[in-house]
């Protein structure tokens, strides 16, 4: 079955700090990721996503994550963390050119708080 | 990116009564729409998948006759909460998959709703 596990529930980092946000998949077919960001009372804006071609994908907001398939990961990485940075983050992976009608499937999400 | 746009962003009511929230997705045509629930500092739990042109697909325990789904157009899909009572206060998010490319997930700002 498909799944994505994000082992840290909550991260604190100083501003200015770098970060690394983990996330797992299990994935039977061909998958495609996703990271999304989500702030307080908010929806979930899309970070970035990888679907092939180069491991190292660029995303909005300095955010960057890099896939690699033998270890099922995709971690989202930022050099220097901003205080507007705390928030929730999701990672989700779906299968490329699947009919649409499935959702993608996301982790529990990790909270980051941002200290001065 | 594609913008889902979700209202109204928040509602008030009585115990008893309904209410609907509406899901657009503004610049793309949506057979599948999703729609989530969220509990405080929680993830997204899928509560339906709405399909244009027929009935909605509900996942396990969420009661179709207490949240209704209509999924009239591409471009519309609504979600009424039927005689709400406190319980079902919540923070709740819909989401399209935009196919025109490979399948992004975007979502709308979420529709906190308080049952008095």
């Known amino acids: 079955a498909q799944s994505v596990t994000q082992p840290d529930i909550h991260i604190t980092v100083s501003e200015g700090a770098s970060l690394e946000l983990r996330c797992n998949y299990s994935?039977?077919?061909?998958?495609?990721l996703f990271w999304y960001v989500q702030s307080p009372g908010q929806g979930l804006q899309l970070l970035l996503k990888y679907f092939s071609g180069d491991t190292l994908v660029q995303g909005i907001k300095g955010f960057e994550a890099e896939f690699k398939r033998s270890q099922s990961s995709f971690n989202l990485r930022k050099p220097s963390v901003h205080w507007s940075d705390a928030a929730e983050y999701f990672c989700?992976?779906?299968?490329?050119?699947?009919?649409?009608?499935?959702?993608?499937?996301f982790g529990k999400g990790t909270r980051l708080s941002v200290i001065a | 990116g594609a913008v889902v746009s979700q209202h109204p962003s928040w509602v008030i009511c009585k115990s008893g009564t309904s209410v609907k929230i509406e899901c657009r997705s503004l610049d793309f045509q949506a057979t599948t729409m999703f729609w989530y629930r969220q509990f405080p500092k929680q993830s997204l739990m899928l509560m339906a998948t709405?399909?244009?042109?027929?009935?909605?697909?509900?996942e396990q325990g969420v009661e179709k006759d207490k949240f209704l789904i209509n999924h009239a157009s591409l471009t519309l899909s609504t979600l009424t909460v039927t005689s709400a009572h406190p319980e079902d206060s919540s923070f709740y998010i819909c989401s399209a998959r935009d196919l025109r490319g490979i399948g992004i997930q975007y979502f709308g700002a979420g529709t906190r709703l308080s049952v008095l």
């Open positions: 709405s399909n244009e042109g027929s009935k909605a697909t509900y």
């Open positions: 994935y039977g077919a061909t998958p495609y």
């Open positions: 989700a992976v779906g299968a490329l050119w699947d009919s649409g009608n499935t959702p993608l499937v």
